[in-house]
């Protein structure tokens, strides 16, 4: 069964810029696994962010990008501001089915 | 854009059979798949399994097949996610969300709420 690896933390001051990435057992990430993102804060739901790579949904901060890089899928966050701690996790679709990765938990501080 | 609006919390004992639902609105629900999720507490996010309404078509995690059975009512929108015996381990929060084919290509757009699930003896 695929595994998808995130970094399960990551640290940014206020400002900063972060990058998290999103590995998959199977081997380089590509645009065919249709890389997507979501957000989530404490006690709430989920939000898409990224689909498809690189597309933004109408309400994505324009300091969130997504891309490829190294055979990762990746989530830049340039600028990042309080509001940005939360959970963030990749979704890759893999031979018909979709597969989570383990979510990384981005604090501000 | 879709809206997602999921039933509420449910209690229930290990055995006892259950069916949660998401209600969508907007003339694209039926066309677009619905997924479930799940989130154990202080876990993760898992797919457990998608449905198209439109055509009834239905792709299920190879963790989650035989465990779960997902179903939808295209006339009123709706979707299911349906256990015949939970378990204890069953507890969790359950999402639906809704993705489909953009140009660029496939993207989870809409989420709802989240039903809480707690089976316990």
């Known amino acids: 069964q695929t595994v998808v690896t995130q970094e399960p933390s990551l640290s940014v001051s206020p400002g900063g810029t972060a990058t998290l990435t999103c590995a998959s057992s199977?081997?380089?990430?590509?645009?065919?696994?249709?890389p997507n993102w979501v957000q989530q804060k404490p006690g709430q739901a989920p939000r898409a962010l990224i689909y498809?790579?690189?597309n933004k949904q109408s309400w994505t901060p324009a300091r969130f990008s997504g891309s490829l890089l190294g055979g990762r899928a990746a989530l830049t966050l340039s600028g990042v501001q309080p509001e940005d701690e939360a959970d963030y996790y990749c979704?890759?679709?893999?031979?018909?089915?979709?597969?989570f990765g383990g979510g990384t938990k981005l604090t501000v501080l | 854009e879709v809206q997602l609006v999921q039933s509420g919390a449910e209690v229930k004992k290990p055995g006892e059979s259950l069916k949660i639902s998401c209600k969508g609105s907007?003339?694209?629900?039926?066309?677009?798949?619905i997924a479930w999720v799940r989130q154990t507490p202080g876990k993760g996010l898992e797919w457990m399994g998608s449905?198209?309404?439109?055509?009834?078509?239905?792709r299920y995690s190879p963790s989650f097949q035989g465990q779960v059975t997902i179903s939808a009512d295209k006339p009123t929108l709706i979707a299911y996610l349906q256990w015949n015996s939970l378990k204890a381990s069953d507890t969790a929060m359950y999402y639906c969300?809704?993705?489909?084919?953009?140009?660029?290509?496939?993207?989870?757009?809409?989420w709802g709420q989240g039903t809480l699930v707690t089976a316990s003896s």
């Open positions: 969300a809704t993705y489909y084919y953009h140009s660029a290509g496939y993207g989870f757009d809409d």
């Open positions: 907007g003339n694209s629900f039926a066309s677009y798949w």
């Open positions: 449905i198209r309404p439109d055509d009834s078509d239905t």
């Open positions: 199977t081997g380089a990430v590509t645009s065919a696994y249709h």
């Open positions: 498809s790579t690189n």
């Open positions: 979704l890759l679709y893999v031979g018909g089915a979709w597969v």
